[in-house]
């Protein structure tokens, strides 16, 4: 990914460079006021002349003297300036990007607001997956955003210093999710997770026989239809400052659904390597959480397995018992999500954190409900779902909460075990009975559920700085509510 760097005015006047600026429909430019006002009037008059508005997605190039030297100017249009916020800012950053990455080598931009966005938009635009094959090798190398005020300098230095630390987390969980399935084994998880072990964290890998002892049976279960081990993986970052709040983020490891006996139809299938985007995002937190050193104590666990129909696999109708002493029978061996996470949380309840929360690729009725650009959220804490939304507000990464309706906690009593894995009520409220399933395992501590089915891996276009393909959700998110804490 490409980073940005500040660069100051006064070194603009020695450099070349391309310039880029973003205008609001009404026609303002933002961050010309180091312009002389004789260029600001040339600049907007060379713009109109090109027909170009500021429309959101408006894109101009013209040609004109500016800081002394003939200059290639980029216009990017932000829309209408009262609906423009910061994410305005990504979307148009992330179209300059896709306009300018094959054709300009230096590119200086001028703004004076949403410098954060602005360079999270860039970077996050300039990801590009090439585990297996090189992309299109990207003209562009430099990258300033111009310092107007030299006052202004170091805190643009820390502004853009943590937009590349939520990069860096964001491309981690794109690169873990595209990767093929058959090259993330959860033991590959499990290893990655172990090089973060350092100043300040430390990784346990619970294997099969620790699981065991532990009387994780539900995870386990998952578990028995693949040939591949499962890990259950539990991160600790300790904050240098002294504190009594602890908080866990647990994630769903499902390194490919096939459905295990409950097999999907092929259609159904394409995207699951998809379905370890939770514990992707879990990783990636963990990879910068000493660089982003929240105040909090944080655990980070996931459950990594694959759910395969091998010779062992679990069965519909099996009954398994989880660390709680819950037992579960098995309808459905496709709502596997909830089972591993059912561990999972006990382990993470048995931290006693102030707050959990859980991320997981967890229902197709939840894509159902809000789509691909909308996370749903349940919890049984108003603080921590609120807290959630709030942060996902400061990402632009939407949630919507959806109620944890009491009566709907009888579809799932078992027959012959305390709780089903499926609601005897088919095609209604898949999302919410997954959640009322997973509340059954955090006891009295304070947790919050994102499903993120629809979020985590889009098939299609999803923003100009969300390339196909897995988008990175709800990695920063997760990074704003932990230094939220
Ligand atoms: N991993 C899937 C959910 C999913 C669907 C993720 C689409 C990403 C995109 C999950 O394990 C699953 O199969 N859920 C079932 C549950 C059903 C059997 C109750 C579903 O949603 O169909
Ligand atoms: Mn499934
Ligand atoms: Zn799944």
Redesign the pocket.
Known sequence: MIATAPLALKALLDSAADLAVFAYEDGAVTGAKSLPAKDRALLAEKLKEEGFKGGAKDVARVDLPLFGKPRRVFAVGLGKRKSAGAEAFRRAAGILLGAVRGKRETLAILCSENISALAEGLTLASYKYEEYKKGDEDKLKNLYLVVQDPAARASTEKTLAKVALYAEAVGLARDLVNRGPSDKTPQSLADLAETFSGAGVTVAVIHKAQAEEMGMGAFLGVARGSSQPPVMVHMVYTPKAKTKKRVALVGKG?TF?S?GL?I?PAASME??K??MAGAAAVIAVFKVIARLQPKAEVHGIFAATYNMPGPDAFKPGDVLKAMNGKTIEVW?T????RLILADALCLAAKQEPQIILDMA?????V?FALGSKVAGLMGNDRRAVQSVIAAGKRADEPYCELPLVEDYKEHIKGNIAELLN?SKVRGEA?AII?GLFLQEFVGAVPWAHLDI??TA?SGGDYNSYTPKGATGAPVRTLLEWLEAL
């Open positions: 499902v659904d459905g409950s999907k995207e699951m998809c379905d459905n496709d709502a596997e999500g690729t967890l229902t197709g009725a894509v499926i898949g997954a089915a629809g891996f």
